[in-house]
């Protein structure tokens, strides 16, 4: 197998020009809090508390 290494990337624009929601998630759900970035299909993250869906979403 060959293993290929990919540089990082400074991206374009920087996390916080982008929008995002945190939403609580339900108790039903398992709790905690709901991370989307509806200018960028697909990101969602979630996390115990806002800080930890926020970081999990970065």
Same mark, same amino acid.
């Given at each position: 197998m060959t293993v290929k290494n990919i540089a990082q990337v400074k991206p374009i624009f920087p996390f916080e020009a982008y929008s995002h929601i945190v939403s609580p998630i339900g108790? !039903? %759900? @398992?709790?905690?809090?709901?991370?989307?970035?509806? $200018?960028?299909?697909?990101?969602? !993250? %979630? @996390?115990?508390?806002?800080?930890?869906?926020?970081? $999990?979403?970065?």
């Open positions: 108790a !039903a %759900d @398992g709790g905690g809090f709901m991370f989307t970035m509806p $200018d960028i299909p697909g990101v969602m !993250a %979630d @996390g115990a508390n806002e800080h930890e869906a926020i970081a $999990d979403g970065r």
